[in-house]
């Protein structure tokens, strides 16, 4: 059980460092976090890539508009649902991978004190319990805000990222228990 445990640590580790390199300097912090999902590598990815799409599996956000045409440098207006300190977000879209399932976001304004925020998702196929599971990777790197501290903004972003997370596995597995095997590109 500890070869396998490692092994997998191994690969989540090999994945970080191959695919979430943030130059990370002294007023930042940085940090990576690790999601299992019961559903099928290709239903997951096709949640993820939709940058047009992000309430698809994003709790927090209520709407979001696409200026231009969805390629790298496509800017998207996010509204954000009450309960955060914040109601806008924009965000560039920096780098998507559909072969290797790699998808990159920046944001470049909004109402909010993540400066300077980028993320990088990647997402793994993987066996969980001798069925089709993915893995799914996402790391950020952001300014530290005035009056804040390394730990509290990682902790804040942490949670956030845990709970889009946690939603992206719901409504991942419950896609794949109703049979939607195929990507769903067009929901």
Known sequence: MVSIMNVKISSEDDYIRRHHRHDVRDNQCSSSLVKH???PVHLVW????????PQRYKPFVSRCIVQGDLEIGSVREVNVKSGLPATTSKERLE?????????GVKIVGGDH???NYSSIITVHPEV???RPGTMIIESFVVDVPDGNTKDETCYFVEALIRCNLKSLADVSERLAVQGHMEPIDRM
Do not use: K, M, T, Y
């Not at 096709?46 to 799409?53: A, E, K, Y």
């Open 128 to 130: 969980i319990d001798g």
């Open 46 to 53: 096709s949640l993820v890539r939709r940058f047009d799409q």
């Open 113 to 115: 004190r993540l400066r």
């Open 37 to 39: 999902i019961r559903a």
């Open 95 to 103: 780098l998507l991978n559909d072969e290797e399932h790699i998808f």
